[in-house]
């Protein structure tokens, strides 16, 4: 943490991740205009912004999960406790168990809860026998608080849970590979009131282990659950602060507007 | 009036319906369409459909039943003398329909007038000489009473066209006008043009439906005659296929069903692991460009005729595994074997699996993907673990269907394995399958009456349960990989 440019943008703890200048194309569409973000380690950072504005654009450069998308172009530097991920030598596949993600529509896999959770450990080779890999398990879900739920039917599928339930073995799914960063995409945005009480009681329960960004179309969401705030309108980054700050004593006009509901 | 020209009459009256209705219904607003209920052109497409399609339908049900009625009137003149020994009234029947047929020949090319027919009546030798001239050509002499009901069979036949043609014509005129008249601004010609377009579609499902019925009970209706002539406990039980046309075969089903299944099994493990590997990388590796060759490539193997790999079967790949394998390895010296069909049938059956599978495969989730990599995991392990899984029930499917294709494959047989019906275990010896066997029981000389030939039935009726069964596995395991993401 000893980059010189980090001191004058941000006084605060840690910066887990820093971004400068990163910009993204998808094809001839100029989809992220030159981004520069400090992520904080411990901390929840939520990225709001209207449709189309870039942000989960942003989130997916955090874990290079645009390289599956053969038209997106990433320029700029993104480091994570210092090392460029774009560097070659950074291999991909490896930087994506270190930076978990939780998408949009809860995604298990057809498999048993088990297997869903179990899976990142066992690709990765976390567990040193079954008994490891049973403990993992079991932290991991009942840190997703999903354990008293399901923790008589681990051998069920993953696909018979409710969307909420689904959602959370998800998360219980990237906890589970131990990520310092984790990336969510809208986690909500599919679930039913009660759902999403739960996992915004989660994503704040997480905080204590890693840091957290989470995309949202919800503003009260954002304000509830974020330490930190960025705001993304027309692939800019407009304005990044703390989240008091932002919902309260916004800036930019543009940020103004958004927030009251004039634009998005 | 021919049928040619009375087709053509009906759909000029369908063509100049069209224009009446579309002029009436724009008459009856005073041009303007708006305060039609449907665009003008369904008024003319109603018209249209009333005066052909009930026309056309009675035309149909006429050239059905009339046939059968004439039949029916001329069998009666037919007396029990006209039936000569050795001989039945089917085949006089015939006989009668092949002489008026002639008789007609002359009739049309002008050889004769209808006078002239007349009088040949009453003249077997002469008559049997002309009609020889036109080409129709009988075995036995004619007997006047014959050459009688075959000009009573003329006269009736074209009294019915007669008939038909004014009948037809009539309805159309009748439909023409009555739908015509119904013509008002308020009449619902659209609705009616959908209730006719709806009728149109479940006739021709029908059709399929309807067909495959047909096919089933001939089957087993032959089926059932053959088991009337040998013992049914024989033909599953019997490990010997030894037919004899002259009576006393061994019939028994196993070895022909071994072939079959031995064959499809060598077939299927050649094409499902090529087939699935290809599908995988043409859904999950290749970059558009390439899928968009390369799909269309494999393709172009499921649209060659099973003949052409037959003859690649005998000629390319049979000597070459004999030469490099059988021989060799001491397992026999037939370029005809169970291999050679397996192997070939395999290469046909690639593009079925790929091109299935690949479909199947596509239709998983994004997301499940987008889950997988973003846990870290690598391209080949989130295919193995997530994607393959995910897809397994309609693979399974897409290789039963695969199977069953193998099943009733004949050509390939034919010219790759060879015909000696044997149950045995080795690859290189040549065998035959159910399809082999059905084929060389009916062709040739034989009568239709001899468990010989009838067995080709029961066989046809095994295969086709045999079939019927995985396609309907390979049906219920892809609805129920389907509902999966429903």
């Not at chain 2, 995988?280 to 590796?285: F, H, K, P």
């Not at chain 2, 030469?323 to 395999?346: C, E, N, Y």
Request: charged residues 15%; contains cysteine.
């Amino acid at each position: 943490m000893n980059d010189m440019r980090l001191t004058e943008k941000v006084v605060t703890e840690t910066a887990k991740i820093t971004a400068r200048g990163v910009q993204v194309h998808y094809g001839t569409n100029h989809a992220l205009k030159d981004v520069d973000v400090d992520i904080l380690d411990k901390t929840v950072t939520a990225f709001i912004g209207p449709s189309g504005c870039g942000k989960s654009t942003f989130l997916r450069c955090l874990n290079r999960m645009n390289d599956t998308v053969a038209s997106a172009r990433v320029t700029g530097r993104i480091e994570m406790d210092g090392q460029d991920i774009y560097d070659p030598r950074v291999d991909p596949v490896q930087l994506r168990a270190k930076v978990g993600m939780v998408f949009q529509k809860p995604n298990p896999f057809p498999k048993s809860i088990y297997d869903n959770v179990a899976y990142g450990p066992k690709i990765h080779g976390l567990a040193r026998g079954k008994a490891e890999l049973d403990e993992i398990v079991e932290t991991s879900l009942k840190k997703a608080a999903l354990w008293n739920e399901v923790k008589d039917r681990l051998a069920a599928p993953g696909t018979g849970l409710s969307g909420g339930q689904q959602q959370r073995l998800c998360i219980a799914r990237a906890v589970a590979t131990s990520p310092e960063v984790l990336l969510m995409d809208e986690p909500c945005s599919a679930l039913d009131p009660i759902a999403t009480a739960q996992v915004e009681e989660l994503i704040d329960e997480l905080r204590a282990q890693f840091s957290v960004v989470i995309v949202t179309h919800s503003m009260q969401q954002a304000a509830r659950v974020s330490q930190r705030t960025a705001f993304f309108h027309l692939g800019h980054l407009v304005e990044y602060g703390e989240t008091g700050h932002i919902f309260t004593n916004p800036t930019d006009p543009r940020t103004e507007a958004y927030i009251t509901g004039r634009i998005g | 009036m021919s049928l040619g020209l009375l087709l053509l009459l009906l759909l000029a009256l369908g063509a100049l319906g069209f224009l009446a209705g579309r002029q009436r219904a724009l008459a009856a607003v005073r041009g303007d369409a708006r305060d039609l209920h449907s665009l003008p052109g369904y008024y003319g497409q109603t018209v249209a459909l009333f005066a052909t399609v009930p026309a056309l339908l009675l035309c149909l049900v006429w050239l059905v039943v009339q046939p059968a009625i004439v039949e029916r009137s001329i069998s009666a003149l037919i007396l029990p003398e006209d039936i000569t020994a050795g001989s039945s009234l089917v085949l006089v029947m015939s006989d009668v329909r092949r002489i008026a047929e002639g008789m007609d020949a002359l009739a049309v090319a002008g050889a004769a007038s209808e006078g002239e027919i007349a009088a040949l009546v009453g003249q077997p030798d002469a008559l049997k000489e002309r009609l020889a001239q036109t080409g129709v050509a009988l075995a036995a002499p004619i007997l006047p009473h014959i050459a009688e009901a075959a000009q009573v069979w003329r006269a009736q036949t074209a009294l019915g066209g007669q008939i038909m043609a004014a009948a037809v014509l009539a309805l159309a005129v009748a439909g023409f006008l009555l739908a015509l008249w119904r013509i008002a601004p308020e009449f619902r010609a659209r609705n009616v043009v959908e209730r006719f377009v709806r009728v149109l579609l479940v006739a021709a499902s029908s059709v399929a439906i309807l067909t495959t019925i047909g096919i089933i009970f001939s089957l087993v209706f032959e089926s059932w005659h053959f088991f009337q002539l040998y013992p049914a406990r024989d033909f599953f039980l019997s490990l010997t296929w030894a037919p004899k046309f002259g009576g006393g075969s061994d019939l028994g089903l196993w070895p022909l069903l071994w072939g079959t299944l031995y064959v499809s099994f060598i077939a299927l493990l050649v094409a499902v692991p090529i087939g699935l590997m290809a599908a995988i990388y043409l859904s999950e590796y290749a970059s558009p460009a390439v899928r968009a060759v390369a799909k269309p490539a494999i393709e172009v193997l499921a649209g060659i005729p099973s003949i052409v790999y037959g003859l690649f079967a005998l000629m390319t790949v049979g000597p070459f595994l004999r030469d490099w394998f059988a021989q060799p390895l001491g397992l026999g010296d037939s370029s005809s074997s169970v291999m050679t069909a397996g192997v070939v049938m395999g290469i046909m059956l690639i593009p079925y699996v790929s091109s299935l599978s690949d479909d199947i495969i596509n239709a998983v989730p994004q997301s499940l993907r987008d889950g997988s990599y973003g846990l870290g995991a690598t391209q080949s392990e989130t295919i193995r673990q997530v994607v393959f899984p995910a897809a397994l029930p309609g693979i399974v499917g897409a290789i039963l269907m695969a199977a069953s294709r193998a099943i009733g494959e004949t050509m390939i047989v034919v010219l790759g394995a060879g015909a000696a019906a044997k149950l045995d275990l080795n690859p290189f010896e040549a065998m035959t399958t159910v399809t082999v066997k059905i084929v060389s029981q009916l062709t040739g000389d034989t009568e239709f009456a001899s468990p010989e030939t009838l067995v080709a039935f029961a066989l046809g009726l095994t295969l086709f349960v045999f079939t019927l069964g995985l396609n309907i596995l390979a049906l219920y395991i892809v609805r129920k990989y389907r509902e999966q993401y429903e």
